[in-house]
């Protein structure tokens, strides 16, 4: 009892914290906005723009090639201009991007250009925000924050996928991506008055052999497995329930799901204690990846949708937690995050060159289910 009253009140101190504040609610609207669509971004290349399996993976891997080539630029653009202009400049980045998958028909040319433009503006936001996060964060509540902050994404994306089906369902597709863009718009906002902060910078490429070989391969799993979970599996359980409001529904349960595993890991502050917990939802994430390769039937592969994205914080949480004590620890912090994003968009384009060679979405989820081994070492 005393744990949950100090866990409460730790977590009205963080709500206090003007700018962890104002971070949070600049991420809660953009969140909103990207789930609203994000799940629907491969449907709607399917459904709409007659896409096949491969010109998925075609299009990823050209999302994956634009962030890994951007990241080092993304962390010199940090040094020189400051972390909020950083991140206020992806926010039109974004609304250029939705509406470009909008207008797409009409534009003449590939959309493989508009999926480079995507890798390139999330290298942009992710970066300045991951570095920003972890420079305002406080190591000895750190998992709080990352459980909240997890908690805080996932409340934000609840609704979306629900709410992004009843627009497609309605209005239409055209009409979800201008609603997203006027509510990334409204996400500038609270990061006007987030603090100009400087973030030193010097990238050498080199460096990232100096991380080792253990942390390299679990990054790389950590982008397979979200592109698996985020790109792959949508598809598929679209394409087995067949209508856009149960399948938004499914996700709606899922996310809450998600969201008791957040509030509960950002209660525990324990670092061996996270190490075991990662470790134990490496295994089970792995076992239920495994068992989508088997299992049919809209009812059960939504029963494993919702138990997966519980099962899923797991992992994430705690190796988010342990990782931001790692990278906080550098004096070039940026150059960390940029690594890291980088590896992790390796990690998905070796799994979409899986998939490539197999163009069968099992090869995904099994993949999916190795990957997530890693983490017991």
Known sequence: MHNHRQHNHYIHMILKNKELRDMYLALSLKTLAMSMVGIFIPIFLIVERGMDLGGIILFYFFASLGYILTAPFAGKFVSRFGLKNSAMLTIPMFIIFYLGMFSSENLGFSLNYLALFLGITQAMYWIPFTTHFVRSSDKRHRSEEVGLLSAIMIVSSMSGPFFGALVINWLGFGFLFKLASGLLALGIIPLMFTKYNHESFRCRLKDIRKIPGRLTLKMFAFGATNTVELVF?????????????????????????????????????????????????????????????????????????????????????????????????????????????????????????????????????????????????
Do not use: Q
């Open 233 to 377: 599996w949508p598809v598929f359980l679209f394409s087995v329930v067949n209508a856009y409001t149960s399948f938004g529904l499914i996700f709606l349960i899922a996310e809450f799901g998600s969201l008791l595993g957040a509030m509960w890991l950002g209660s525990i502050e324990d670092r061996n204690k996270l190490l075991k917990i990662l470790r134990i939802g490496g295994i089970l994430c792995s076992f239920i990846w495994l068992s989508r390769v088997f299992l049919t039937g809209a009812i059960v592969l939504a029963a494993v949708t919702i138990v997966g994205a519980f099962l899923h914080n797991l992992v994430e949480i705690p190796f988010n937690t342990l990782e931001y004590d790692r990278f906080v620890k550098k004096k070039y912090l940026a150059e960390f995050v940029v690594f890291r994003g980088i590896l992790e968009s390796v990690g998905r384009i070796v799994l979409l060159g899986i998939l490539a060679i197999f163009m069968h979405y099992n090869a995904a989820f099994l993949t999916s289910s190795l990957m997530y081994l890693t983490y017991l070492f």
